[in-house]
């Protein structure tokens, strides 16, 4: 048995010379244990751990907006970083494990939190069916199932849809994005949220008019509680 597990030491570490795996931000060699991003890479990224403070510059973009519980987001958002160079490979290079393994590593810190640990169901925002098909995958789901993984709840994709599929939010200002997401979410069933405290997921959250938007969508058709989780905020 040991001399097994030598041979396939040797061969893991054969096939990793041939092979290498590297760092998705800096593109080292990653080490034994490490995934897609190095520890060094990982814990230089730029956390806002806004989950501890209620009432934060987030929470305020929806006031008189939507009644929300609680609004974080896990990095901040900053032009030519490794955080845009992420989100950019998870939502148009087709790297949707950088979406998992981040969703993971937020919902570490967010599981043991009094209010985003009483969530019952995560909501990823969703795309409209056109963008889907082209795009192939919902990178708010990648992230979603990464967290869902860590804090032991099911995610609901089919419940809260994309009705219309509306112009890019690309350079439009803040009351423009609004006017731009009104009326475009719907709910199929009011019923299978309600009583219910959901997650709202996304990756960017910028003036927050779409999950302003996913929010009202919810709560014209059930009462349930929800709270919102962007991977980044700019």
């Not at 897609?36 to 806002?48: A, D, E, S, V």
């Amino acid at each position: 048995m040991p001399k097994r597990t030598t041979i396939g030491s040797w061969l893991e570490d054969l096939v990793a010379l041939c092979f290498p795996d590297l760092c998705v931000c800096c593109n080292n060699n990653l080490y034994r244990g490490e995934t897609l991003i190095c520890m060094k890479c990982l814990h230089r990224l730029p956390k806002n751990d806004m989950h501890y403070e209620k009432g934060n510059i987030l929470e305020k973009k929806f006031w008189g907006k939507a009644d929300v519980e609680r609004v974080t987001s896990f990095l901040r958002y900053i032009k030519k970083s490794d955080v845009q160079r992420l989100i950019n490979k998870l939502k148009y290079k087709g790297e949707k494990e950088i979406g998992i393994f981040l969703g993971k590593y937020a919902a570490a810190e967010l599981v043991d939190n009094d209010v985003f640990g009483s969530v019952d169901v995560i909501v990823p925002v969703p795309l409209h069916k056109s963008k889907y098909r082209k795009r192939g995958y919902n990178q708010s789901r990648c992230i979603a199932d990464g967290m869902a993984e860590i804090m032991g709840i099911p995610v609901d994709e089919g419940n809260l849809y994309r009705a219309v599929e509306n112009p890019t939010q690309t350079r439009k200002s803040t009351y423009e994005r609004w006017e731009n997401t009104k009326g475009i979410f719907e709910l199929t069933d009011g019923s299978i949220f309600d009583g219910k405290h959901i997650l709202l997921v996304d990756d960017v959250l910028t003036t927050g008019s779409t999950l302003i938007a996913c929010v009202e969508a919810i709560r014209e058709k059930s009462n349930a509680k929800i709270s919102v989780f962007t991977l980044a905020s700019a």
